[in-house]
């Protein structure tokens, strides 16, 4: 782990992994894991608890991408939902999450399957960093603990605006618009809703034989 490595740092070296035409998604996700969250420089987005429900904070995005810091109180977590043919890669800056892994059609490839089942789940602790599709499943994240705050990275790419959002028993429910309590980015660079459309439908291209094996390195353990 890289103490020297500062966020301001690791987002320019995002902006230039994340701009290539095919995305090294095993290169994003070693500098996600070299960053050192104990380093503490992701304070300032990562005070926004709520107590009704975990917040998120845009700390940068732009066409390619969307870096969030989200927020979690004792106990709160997120429903079931997909990830709009995006990579979402996460990365536990303090506290600890749990991700429940699900698979649906997307992932077994049988269309008619609307069954959602439950795969396994992990806790992620701090500085633990994994990533997710739509062809690997769906998830959702819980902090479990009833003492403990948890604040998480998460990287989006191609950025999306809202998500598909199921209940336990595979419905699908109305979908939910990615809203920030804060935003950071700079407007300028942030594309408009129809460019995301755009680049929503044509997803993330990145390198398949590294995303087989980063996946298979990072398969959640049955349940
Ligand atoms: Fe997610």
Known sequence: MDSTLSLEVMIQKLDVLMSQETVSVAAVNKLLESYDASRGDWQRYGQTFDAVRYTRT???????????????????????????????????????LTETRFSWAKSTGNEDDQEIRVVGSRTLQRNGVAFITDQIGLHAMNNKSNSDKCVSLHLYSPPFEECGVFGADGQ?????????????????????????AESVKRGCVFDQAEFEALAAAQAVPPQ
Request: aromatic letters at 8%.
């Open 58 to 96: 845009r700390v940068w995005g732009n066409k390619n991408y969307n870096l969030l810091v989200l927020a979690w109180d004792q106990g709160q977590g997120s429903a079931i939902h997909d990830h709009e043919n995006s990579v979402c890669f996460m990365k536990i800056l303090d506290g600890a």
């Open 172 to 196: 699908a429910l109305p979908r939910s618009k990615l809203t920030f309590c804060k935003d950071h980015a700079v407007k300028s660079l942030v594309p408009s809703s129809t460019e995301i």
